[in-house]
């Protein structure tokens, strides 16, 4: 699966972005797909996920209510809504599929894709 991010950009701060990643090729493998960021000079971190059938979503503490991930099953798209935008959010935003969890730290399994990221900044 070939999984391919758009939507990020440049916006100021208290503003908001939809965020966009779509899986060509296949269907998104495995149950559970997310959202991953990295921001300058830091090591990757985990965003949210949802389960395949939306029945859980598990966010980061840092998101604090200002991001909602949600998944279009029809269309193979999952989104990432992300509101009241802070310039600590800068970062590359990455999908991923086939993601699975050890006690609190979310990873991506061998098989899972990732997409090739999308560069959000936020400016004060």
């Known amino acids: 699966v070939h999984l391919v991010e758009s939507g990020g950009g440049l916006v100021q701060a208290g503003g908001s972005l939809r965020l966009s990643c779509t899986a060509s090729g296949s269907d998104f493998n495995g149950p559970v797909v997310g959202w991953f960021r990295q921001r300058p000079g830091k090591v990757r971190e985990f965003v949210a996920t949802?389960?395949?059938?939306?029945?859980?979503?598990f966010y980061a503490d840092f998101v604090k209510g200002r991001f909602t991930i949600s998944r279009d099953y029809g269309k193979n798209i999952m989104y990432l809504q992300m509101n009241n935008l802070e310039p600590a959010d800068t970062a590359v935003y990455f999908c991923?599929?086939?993601?699975?969890?050890?006690?609190?730290?979310?990873?991506?399994?061998?098989?899972?894709?990732w997409g090739q990221g999308i560069q959000v900044t936020v400016s004060a």
């Open positions: 949802t389960t395949e059938n939306g029945g859980a979503t």
């Open positions: 991923a599929d086939d993601l699975n969890r050890s006690g609190r730290v979310w990873f991506v399994n061998t098989a899972g894709s």
